[in-house]
């Protein structure tokens, strides 16, 4: 086990890992398991292989977690020759077996790139499941609020006039989130092949853990999760069964503690043109779809 900044990083299978952690010591669990889509740390192409390890998976998540604790589940699609399966739906399928879990939302990130397709719409979104142990837990809306459109609108009549319209400190930020993925020009990009960038998981921490609470990541790969964790004064557990990948994670919160670790918070504009940026023309041909 290697510990930095409050963070336990171990080399080791979930299960193995998962069976270690105290009964209901964890606050916030945020994970993206693998796809079964052929990377280079998949064991398996199976669906039902997915399925499984999800159903052995769930009580273990499931104990480890507080009461009012979170669990998220972050997830994409199974695209094997063009045809595409929601692993969310195959999630919610086996997690639907507990009777201490409640789906709180089905968050859905989107982002501008990936591969383009030809046979269908290019993909350009993955889920994130937010579900609660119980129905008395822990969020802080507050702590993740984002500008309103408005941002000075008041009432301009009726019994209200001259009071703010809107929540002064911003509006919830919706079940949809526009978060850039790590694609090989992102700052955060490392050697790792499917890492999901930071600012997906500070938000989760934000508003579903507690300041000084802890967060566990089963599958951490390159330590996003350890990262956002440490980032926002919580503690974090988590493990990788390749040593390579924990050494990665050590590396880049060895990285934030030095204050040195390029990385992309949440509330970034996504892209402000410079008076210099070219801006692409739309061709004639489009004039009016
Ligand atoms: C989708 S990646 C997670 C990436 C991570 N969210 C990040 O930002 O880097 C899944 C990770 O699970 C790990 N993994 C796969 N099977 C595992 C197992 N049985 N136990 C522990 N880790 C496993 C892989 O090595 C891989 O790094």
Redesign the pocket.
């Known amino acids: 086990m290697i510990e930095v900044a409050g963070a336990k990083l171990h080399q080791?299978?979930?299960?193995d890992?998962l069976a270690k952690v105290k009964t209901g010591s964890v606050d916030l669990v945020v994970?993206?398991?693998?796809?079964f889509m052929g990377?280079e740390?998949?064991?398996s192409l199976s669906i039902q292989d997915f399925k499984s390890i999800h159903l052995r998976l769930l009580p273990e998540l499931v104990r480890v977690l507080k009461p009012g604790g979170s669990l998220c589940w972050?997830v994409g699609h199974h695209v094997r020759g063009g045809v595409s399966v929601p692993l969310d739906a195959i999630v919610y399928g086996t997690f639907a077996e507990d009777e201490e879990l409640f789906l709180r939302n089905r968050i859905i990130w989107t982002f501008g790139h990936g591969e383009h397709a030809r046979r269908r719409f290019s993909g350009r979104h993955e889920t994130v499941l937010w579900y609660t142990k119980g129905d008395d837990y822990y969020f802080d809306l507050d702590a993740v609020r984002v500008p309103q459109k408005y941002p000075g609108k008041k009432h301009y009549k009726g019994p209200r006039k001259g009071e703010w319209s809107g929540n002064p400190l911003g509006k919830n930020p919706s079940d949809i989130w526009e978060i850039p993925n790590?694609n090989a020009h992102h700052v955060e990009k490392t050697a790792?092949p499917?890492?999901?960038p930071v600012a997906l998981v500070q938000r989760l921490v934000k508003a579903l853990c507690p300041p000084g609470g802890m967060v566990a990541?089963?599958?951490?790969?390159?330590?996003?999760?350890a990262i956002a964790a440490v980032h926002e004064k919580r503690k974090f557990v988590g493990?990788?069964?390749?040593a390579a990948?924990v050494k990665l994670a050590h590396q880049r919160l060895l990285e934030l503690k030095a204050g040195q670790l390029k990385f992309r918070p949440i509330g970034q504009a996504l892209y402000v043109p410079s008076d210099k940026s070219a801006v692409a023309q739309r061709p004639p041909h489009f004039a009016s779809n």
């Open positions: 080791a299978d979930a299960f890992f994970s993206s398991p693998p796809y990377k740390y998949d064991t972050q790590v790792h499917c890492q999901f990541d089963p599958f951490m790969g390159s330590g996003t999760s493990c990788d069964q390749n990948y």
